[in-house]
């Protein structure tokens, strides 16, 4: 009668040490794969900022120039103000709110652009050494955020596949772990651009 007792107890004690490793184990893998979503967002939080953060000195340089057109560098500054205005909590990384992300960040790109097509009329600023030295840095931002969002894009994908499997989603659910949104091409990025001469 003991014995049979005590492999009763070691069935019990073994089955549930089993269960318990599976929810703690299934726990604390969904809770590094969320801190390595939030990482990542932050790093691609960091690349927009560094950007950001050359923009004034690339239009006080640009501003050197008196005939320079006043509106061009008026949108570049409105572009980066709407852009930093918007912050999204890592928490809430949906589509709709990366896309709002995006959109802000769009708009100083468009406005980048537009500032970087004006200057090619103007040889003297074209040439400026500390111009051509943000201009090369702008440059180089733009190909780390390019990087940074792939890197979002790649822990997003493992961070939702593993909450979706068996018998993380299940767990998922009972302990709040919702699926992130990812940085999706903009719309019309798929055709190709007319270029007329």
Not at 10 to 23: C, E, N, Q, S
Not at 40 to 55: F, G, P
Not at 158 to 183: C, D, H, V, W
């Amino acid at each position: 009668m003991n014995k049979k007792l005590i492999i009763t107890l070691a069935i019990i004690f073994v089955v549930g040490f089993i269960i318990y490793r599976t929810f703690v184990g299934s726990y604390n893998n969904m809770v590094n794969r969320e801190e390595a979503v939030n990482s990542s967002w932050a790093q691609v939080e960091n690349v927009y900022q560094r950007r950001s953060d050359l923009i004034p000195n690339l239009v006080n340089t640009v501003k050197g120039y008196a005939d320079f057109e006043q509106e061009t560098l008026t949108g570049v500054i409105e572009a980066r103000a709407k852009a930093t205005s918007v912050n999204i909590n890592p928490e809430n990384l949906t589509p709709e709110t990366i896309a709002q992300f995006e959109q802000a960040q769009q708009g100083v790109s468009s406005a980048l652009g537009r500032l970087l097509v004006t200057v090619e009329r103007y040889p003297d600023l074209k040439a400026n050494q500390n111009f051509l030295e943000l201009q090369a840095q702008l440059e180089g931002t733009e190909n780390r955020i390019t990087v940074e969002r792939q890197k979002f894009n790649e822990v997003v994908n493992s961070y939702n596949a593993y909450i979706r499997q068996f018998p993380q989603t299940m767990l998922a659910g009972m302990y709040g772990f919702e699926r992130k949104g990812y940085f999706e091409a903009r719309e019309g990025a798929d055709v190709v651009p007319e270029v007329q001469f």
